[in-house]
């Protein structure tokens, strides 16, 4: 996939990409590289989240996930026993500072 192909399908704004292994559930930013790329460079520049680990979920499993598309940050998680999970950023206000913070 070319740098602009990439680039079209981000529309220049950063992202959520949720990544699951085994045993967690990774959510990331993707956003497009400002600059002009070599065939050996990333197209977009990734940022790790959070992490939801299984012990997370009662000790089971992810299956499936889902984002939401109408907000960034908000994502449904399937266990292995049926669980449904939301997980969500919180965003509040600390001594006139921006704090961010997942919540299951």
Not at 8 to 27: C, D, F, N, W
């Amino acid at each position: 996939m070319s740098y602009t192909t990439v680039i079209k399908l981000i529309s220049g704004e950063m992202t959520a990409l949720l990544v699951r292994t085994q045993l967690s559930t990774h959510m990331l930013n993707v956003s497009p590289h400002r600059m002009t790329c070599t065939n050996e460079d990333s197209a977009v520049d990734t940022v790790k989240v959070e992490q939801l680990s299984h012990f997370d979920t009662e000790g089971r499993r992810h299956v499936d996930m889902v984002l939401d598309q109408t907000s960034w940050s908000k994502a449904l998680i399937v266990d292995e026993g049926g669980g449904v999970w939301l997980w969500w950023e919180e965003k509040t206000e600390i001594r006139e500072r921006l704090v961010k913070t997942m919540k299951l």
